[in-house]
């Protein structure tokens, strides 16, 4: 899920209205923090990858459609802050809702499973390595997404806010059981490495190491971003109370959040301004 879809749960109704305009000017100003960043970072990201070696397209692909993701959850951000203005912008947000909670983790759920065969099972990986088996798994994701765009503007104008929230949270406990299988088992691939090895061996131990980091971090931003809003989520809907407040640091977490994996990915090419490569 996005932030979006925070504020499609977000109460309306408190007793303080000077409450409400607090909350409502933080609604606003994290979607416009993850507009006016996120757009242009992952605008540069999809701009590395095109304009690299065929190669590189190939083997970043999935970076390069979870960037795309990123784009229309960043413009799904400012179609959020608008509609506080004009509603006109409702029809889009929710229907755009179906990148945060379905496409953006299945392409974080992707590169996750690709790190994990490469180091489980390299002669699988070696297998499907080629582009043509990536963009087959992108344009099923994508089929899915639109899917789910269809089934969030359908189950949140028939049937409301809590229905929706049944439909996103089994996606996220899903998504996050995958990567942590992906995570364990790239660990105990590692640790199966002896102290003896050789030249060959470290290096493999190295690709190893890499790809668990990679699952690590993906792993961990998955965590920040979908674990408070599933829990903030599921008390709102076992308590049928809607409170503004408990879903206001899940939006922080995820928007936050939600700029880990581009500085990652700039910085280990070496194009993050703040850090210098290893």
Partial sequence: MHNSTVNITTPEASSNSTSIGIMQSLDIAMYLINFVFGLPIHSYIIWLIVTGTRSRVASEFFVLNLSL???????????????????????????????????????????CVERYLAVVHPVTFLKYKPLRYRAFCCVVTWIITLGSCLCCNFILTSFGIYA?????????????????????????????????????????????????????????????????????????NLTQLNIQEVWLPALICYVLASFLQPVLYLHRNGKCLCFHPP
């Fill in 164 to 236: 929706h929230a049944w439909f996103y949270m089994p996606q996220f406990i899903l998504y996050l059981s995958i990567q942590l299988f992906c995570l364990v088992a790239v660990l105990r691939a590692l640790k199966q490495s002896g102290p003896g090895e050789r030249k060959r061996e470290k290096e493999e131990n190295h690709m190893k190491r890499k790809a668990f980091n990679i699952i690590l971090l993906t792993t961990v931003n998955m965590v920040i971003l979908y674990v408070p809003i599933t829990v903030s989520a599921l008390f709102n």
């Fill in 69 to 111: 993701t990123e784009i229309v959850v960043s413009l799904n951000c400012l179609f959020f802050a608008l509609t506080y203005w004009f509603s006109s912008f409702l029809i889009l947000r929710i229907f755009f809702i179906g990148f945060s909670i379905t496409a953006r983790p299945l392409f974080q759920c992707l590169m």
